[in-house]
């Protein structure tokens, strides 16, 4: 299993903003994830966050979810708990794009093309104090430096696209290989998670990991893994 600070990491790194609360507060939450995992928000006029001071205490809920067949469920929600600051004009767009990635909205230009003006739209992110998670059966808090230092596992985007693909076209032989491991008929299964240490597959309502022999180094090698899982032979 990939270490908590990278399962985590790699989790915010695709996961959207469900809840926003400002000391305390709900508030209308649109944001995304940037590229250090730091939550960022579009902030409208007439909102809480858009005339608070900058070291206002702000907590973000992302989610990460998990489309399999008609149904969506949840891998994993995180709470990250910290302090507002203004996204410098710099990285004003590429934080735009993060947020945009998530949740489209016309502001983000307006935000853009009138950074720093009183009645504009706002970008900010938060200033990470430490991050509370569950995902499966674990759960836990990281502080910032834990967090931040961590990286998205290397090998994710190719995870998700093969993960896709499993689910889309080989659930048979995904069955049949789980059954095979399992000694027995499994129900309904589907491919869960996917890294570079091995697979998570849910049966039914479980999930079940099935380790790799070593760690995969390539996207090639992790395909290669994952064939071992599915071959009935």
């Known amino acids: 299993m990939l ?19 400002v000391e305390g507060a709900p ?16 902030v409208l006029p007439g909102e809480t966050l858009h005339g608070l001071r900058e070291d206002a205490v702000v907590a973000v809920n992302l989610t990460a979810m998990r489309q399999l067949g008609s149904v ?3 891998r994993g929600v995180i709470e990250v708990q910290g302090w507002a600051e203004a996204v410098p004009e ?3 767009r590429s934080s ?13 230009f307006e935000a853009l093309e009138r950074y720093g003006q009183p009645d504009a739209p706002r970008l900010l992110r938060l200033d990470v104090g430490q991050v509370v998670y569950l ?11 834990d967090y931040l230092g961590a990286a998205p596992d290397p090998l994710a985007e190719t995870a998700e696209r093969v993960l896709a693909h499993v689910n889309a076209s080989h659930r048979p032989q995904l069955t049949a290989g789980v059954s095979r491991q399992l ?7 589907w491919l869960w998670e996917l890294d570079r240490f091995g697979a998570t597959v849910r049966v039914d309502d479980s999930l079940v990991r099935f380790p ?3 760690p995969a180094r390539s996207g090639l090698c992790l395909e290669t893994a994952l064939r071992g899982l599915l071959c009935t032979c």
């Not at 508030?27 to 579009?42: F, K, Q």
């Not at 735009?96 to 983000?108: G, I, Q, R, T, Y």
Request: hydrophobic share 35%; net charge negative.
């Open 212 to 214: 790799w022999p070593i």
């Open 27 to 42: 508030s209308p939450a649109r944001g995304g994830v940037d590229g250090r995992g730091r939550p960022v928000l579009l």
């Open 96 to 108: 735009a794009v993060a947020v945009a990635a998530h949740c489209p909205d016309e502001s983000l």
């Open 90 to 92: 710099g990285e004003a």
């Open 183 to 189: 000694g027995e008929r499994a129900g309904e299964v």
């Open 72 to 74: 969506t469920h949840p």
């Open 3 to 21: 270490p908590i600070p990278e399962r985590v990491r790699t989790l915010a790194a695709t996961a959207g903003v469900a809840k926003l609360s």
């Open 135 to 145: 995902t499966g059966q674990e759960s836990g808090t990281l502080d910032a430096d």
